[in-house]
């Protein structure tokens, strides 16, 4: 906290893209999706890709207290320091939504404690379809979903994956073994969402995380542009 | 205080201790008035000694008791009692008053261990404990409250610690309870039927530079650190016994 | 003074995080003390004379202009576990952001810079509580009832407790709630002259002794 008289203004108070200091601060991507589609895995393979190029962070939002973020503390993809748990009481999705007050005091004690940061991500607890984040909060947010949780996802739309701004099919590996229908659920999405971009990955392919990574490029170059 | 003073019994107690420049402690004042008395006894230990006898059994309602002690600098004391003490249920329908003052200079330490205060079925009384303490003052003080004689209801209790090192209230909590006290003090959230409830404060200069981790001792007790130079340990038990055990294992993780 | 500015601040909705709170209640929900309505009434009623006191009269203070610092230090000495000062200070922070972006004052800017960690929430509370044009008893109000509605809306969570059982528990303790608010704001007007210790200091052990057995919990559903 700053007490001298060059910087009298208040601490940003939400989205503010001002630090107190009047520097940037870093762009946040929030990640969500239901329970078990692969948010964690993707956050981690995220910092793998992303940690040599850029100073980021992460924060997670658990419903059991710290299991995601102890994940990601066990996969050792980013230093422990930069890596944050919010508990949620319960409600997820409260937290990344209706109130955003603890995930606002985690993104900024990060950028206190080990700053300047790039790019925060912000990992909701796995919840249900109608979780998004809001714009107090993150400056994009992707929704995860999986090959595994039925091919009708995007067919029956939802706020998620109607309006997340990079829409993630995931665990496309298991799409024959689970009688997904990719190309299906790809023209399902594409009706969805007219212009917003969606990419359908398996982490354990060679591209990986690649094409979301880049999409994150793009949004950073767009954010510091 | 004066309509209380007309029906109850006054009982006043001294102790000023101060080091006697040969390493040991003097105690220049020694006074007990009414049912209070504080005697001098051979300390086994660095320092002075003291018992407070309690002459006749009370406080009754309507008494008001008052016992300070005063360490200047450098001085040593230990502080127990002879016997727990009993509230008891009054002639008159007033509550009884029982006020603890200690005064601890730079570079003195006090133990003030007396034994419990049992809230018998009927009493009523008020008590509170004020410990003043130098920054570099040294403290351990024991207060243990038990509700009721085994067998019978608890009588009213209210009960107030503070402790202030250098000037700053480190430590303000009342507990009430018994008959007649502000509804849920025996509920889930304040004492779930718990009988015995107890406080041990340490203040060391030392805490400042070195706190002492929070540490959890079993069901119901904890040993936090205070906002301060001081550690508390916090603990309610079935009855006086279990209490005491939890209290002197607390203080042993402290040595 | 305005009546709907007291249901802003009081509505569970508010966005300054107290729903990721239980007030105690999860970890008296495990230890098998809260059970149904009727012990949660009980451990509402105990939490409200005690803490809830308590922090209705920091809130009332603050918001009769008592300097923040001093009732923080208050809220500190009045809060043994440190469990509970660390809650209260991470709330106090949320509240105050909260607070800041929905009634803009340099009063609250002011004491985000002197507490850049974050003050007691009953402290930001009052101060919220004067910025939106309110006044001590509005404050004490808010303060007493979060003290209870927190833990039963948990307690619905926790115990998939029916909610209707719960909002009869608060309609129940609404006379003692309106009594402790009126006892912590005669406290609070004492303040001025008397200084701090003025102040209530009713403690509830239990609270305080399972809060740091909650803390260290590897698995919970409620930051306190």
Known sequence: MHLDHTHPGPAAVSADARRPDGSRRALRIGLGGPVGSGKTATVAALCRALRDELSLAVVTNDIYTREDAEFLLREAVLPPERITAVETGACPHTAIRDDISANLEAVEDLEDAVGPLDLILVESGGDNLTATFSKGLVDAQVFVIDVAGGDDIPRKGGPGVTTADLLVVNKTDLAPYVGSDLARMAADAKAQRAELPVVLQSLRDERGVADVAAWVRGRLAAWTA | MDGVTVTGVRGHARIVARADGRGGTALPVLDGEGPLAPRRTRSTGPGAKVMVVGAMSGPLGGDRFTLSARLEEGARLHVGSAAATLALPGQTKDAARYDVRLDVADGAELHWLPEQLIAAEGSDLYVTTRAELAAGARLVLREEQVLGRTGEQPGRLTSRLTVRIAGRTVLDQELSCGPGAPGGWDGPAVLAGYRAVGQLVVVRPRFARSPVPAQVLGEGAALVPLAGPAVLVSAVAPDALRLRRLLDEASARLD | ?224
């Open chain 3, 1 to 224: 003074m305005s009546r709907a500015a007291l249901l802003v601040l009081a509505d569970g909705r508010f966005p300054a995080g107290g729903h990721a709170h239980s007030g105690g209640a999860e970890a008296a929900v495990k230890a098998g003390r809260i059970t149904g309505a009727a012990s949660l009434e009980d451990f509402c009623r105990g939490r409200l004379h005690t803490a809830g006191l308590v922090a209705a009269a920091l809130a009332a203070a603050a918001a009769l202009g008592a300097d923040p610092a001093g009732l923080d230090a208050a809220a500190d000495a009045r809060t043994p576990s440190p469990a509970l000062r660390a809650a209260a200070r991470r709330l106090g922070r949320q509240l105050l952001r909260a607070a800041r972006a929905t009634w803009p004052s340099p009063g609250l800017d002011a004491v985000a810079r002197q507490f850049p960690k974050g003050a007691h929430q009953p402290v930001v509370l009052g101060l919220a509580a004067r910025a939106a044009g309110l006044g001590p008893g509005d404050a004490a109000h808010c303060a007493a009832y979060e003290s209870v509605s927190g833990p039963a809306t948990a307690t619905v969570r926790l115990l998939s407790l029916d909610p209707f059982d719960a909002t009869g528990v608060l309609a129940r303790l609404a006379p003692e709630l309106d009594r402790v608010a009126d006892s912590a704001v005669e406290a609070a007007r004492r303040v001025a002259d008397e200084g701090t210790d003025a102040l209530p200091a009713a403690s509830a052990p239990l609270l305080e002794v399972m809060a740091e057995a909650h803390a260290a919990w590897p698995v919970r559903l409620f930051a306190s």
